[in-house]
């Protein structure tokens, strides 16, 4: 079982970049739609924290934290089992490595909630 982002960069401030996070291997292919899926980011220095979820449910049921709210979306795909950031406006203090994590049962909101990690992309965002 695999979550691989992809998507990161560097970027001028005000510009926009898209992370996908596609999942692989047994569980997923069979259960990837019944998965509440989340982005988190780490900066350098800082705790790992919560940026976007959603539910398995779809566009419907989504949380943002509020440093990002209006500005980032996320959505999923079932059929190709990934999930997306866009991520729009971007700011130098949205600097970070951003990671995909699902969870079964509920969105993730602390890491400690995550069953399942992928591994980082870096965002850097320079002003």
């Known amino acids: 079982v695999q979550l691989q982002a992809s998507g990161g960069g560097l970027v001028q401030a005000g510009g926009s970049l898209r992370l996908s996070c596609a999942a692989s291997g047994r569980t997923f292919n069979s259960t990837f739609a019944h998965y509440d899926m989340g982005w988190f980011r780490q900066a350098l220095g800082k705790e790992r924290e919560i940026v976007a979820a959603?539910?398995?449910?779809?566009?419907?049921?989504?949380y943002y934290s509020d440093s990002v709210k209006g500005r980032f979306t996320i959505f999923r795909d079932h059929a190709k089992n990934m999930v997306s950031l866009l991520m729009n406006s971007l700011r130098p203090e949205d600097t970070a490595g951003y990671y995909c994590a699902a969870r079964s049962g509920a969105i993730p909101i602390w890491p400690y909630e995550v069953d399942i990690w992928g591994q980082g992309t870096q965002v850097t965002v320079s002003s």
């Open positions: 959603i539910s398995w449910k779809g566009s419907d049921y989504t």
